[in-house]
């Protein structure tokens, strides 16, 4: 059973940092591309950052790019979710999802799998 458990969120002042973490289980960790997402109230799950098998290659929603930073852990089977200048736009639920690829991107239907989520609250 495959499963992706999302820590590290929480309530944060605009200009802090949040580190997500996004723990998995049931897979083979290192044949998966992963990727963040989040939705915000009232909005459509958007795209935030993709990361290849190898953690080489990395993809950003132009929303964040420069702020923060997804990499990779094979041997711990993390993902991670640097998040830096943090605004009140940044406030969603964010959710890590694994594709059985090497490298992909900002469309959702090319996950396999997707965890619960974390709650994320930037305050003005």
């Known amino acids: 059973q495959v499963q992706l458990v999302e820590s590290g969120g929480g309530l944060v002042q605009a200009g802090g940092s949040l580190r997500l973490s996004c723990a998995a289980s049931?897979?083979?960790?290192?044949?998966?591309?992963m990727g963040w997402f989040r939705q915000a109230p009232g909005k459509e799950r958007e795209f935030v950052a993709a990361i290849s098998r190898t953690g080489q290659t990395t993809y950003y929603a132009d929303s964040v790019k420069g702020r923060f930073t997804i990499s990779r852990d094979n041997g711990k089977n993390t993902v991670y979710l640097q998040m830096d200048s943090l605004k009140p736009e940044d406030t969603a639920v964010y959710y890590c999802a694994a594709a059985n690829l090497v490298i992909t991107g900002a469309g959702a239907d090319q996950y396999d799998y997707w965890g619960q989520g974390t709650q994320v609250t930037v305050s003005s």
């Open positions: 049931g897979l083979t960790f290192n044949r998966y591309a």
